[in-house]
């Protein structure tokens, strides 16, 4: 099961909209709504952000926003803000009864 | 609150063993499933096992099939990792988490993590 491909860094300055794709395959992304985001800061656990696609758990941020189109889920981030730098994970069900992990995206507040 | 707890991380050789401990509280432990994740130095998260939340199914990524296995004590409100064989690229904090219901295999919960170091 090959990782889900996210793009290695993506950068804003404060106040932008910013956006992460995660591109799988009809196997994982495509063929199911089980997609989800994870944040992680240096040091802590990682933080579920987004489930099934475009839920936000109790807690986080409306700034948080995902989508999926096809094989590729999309994780917005709006109003960046400096706490917000960190990497970001997706990850997503598959057909063979696994988890895949996307390969991370560090987020850079310029 | 929710809190999971590892333990039993350290330093092995290769080929030794290893067992890994997950404490859960806060939540109705056979309502959910559990998850092992791990992530190596310099690199990305990568999903190990699920237990599901009444213990009779249990999935693995392919590096790990025939020298991992986990397990679950309902009455300890506890889950396992035994690891044998254990290679230089085992080399991560291992994480363990909880499902969002009894498997979706998406994870809201997240213990700190426990690390493992393969080395001679």
């Known amino acids: 099961q090959s990782a889900l491909t996210q793009p290695a860094s993506v950068s804003g300055s404060p106040g932008q909209s910013i956006a992460i794709s995660c591109t799988g395959t009809s196997s994982d992304v495509g063929g199911y709504n089980y997609v989800s985001w994870y944040q992680l800061h240096p040091g802590k656990a990682p933080k579920l952000i987004i489930f099934d696609v475009n839920n936000r758990p109790s807690g986080v941020s409306n700034r948080f926003s995902g989508s999926k189109s096809g094989n590729t889920a999309s994780l917005t981030i709006s109003g960046l803000q400096a706490e917000d730098e960190a990497d970001y994970y997706c990850t997503s069900y598959t057909s063979i009864i696994t988890l895949v992990f996307g390969t991370g995206t560090k987020v850079t507040v310029l | 609150q929710v809190q999971l707890v590892e333990s039993g991380g350290g330093v092995v050789q290769p080929g030794g063993s290893l067992r890994l401990s997950c404490a859960a509280s806060?939540?109705?432990?056979?309502?959910?499933?559990l998850h092992w994740v791990r992530q190596a130095p310099g690199k990305g998260l990568e999903w190990v096992a699920v237990?599901?939340?009444?213990?009779?199914?249990?999935y693995y990524v392919d590096s790990v099939k025939g020298r991992f296995t986990v397990s679950r004590d309902a009455s300890k409100n506890m889950m396992y990792l035994q690891m044998n064989g254990l290679r230089a690229e085992d080399t991560a904090v291992y994480y363990c988490?909880?499902?969002?219901?009894?498997?979706?295999?998406?994870?809201?919960?997240w213990g700190q993590g426990t690390l493992v170091i393969v080395s001679s």
């Open positions: 988490a909880r499902d969002c219901g009894p498997t979706n295999y998406q994870l809201d919960y």
């Open positions: 806060g939540f109705t432990f056979s309502n959910y499933g």
């Open positions: 237990i599901y939340s009444d213990g009779g199914k249990k």
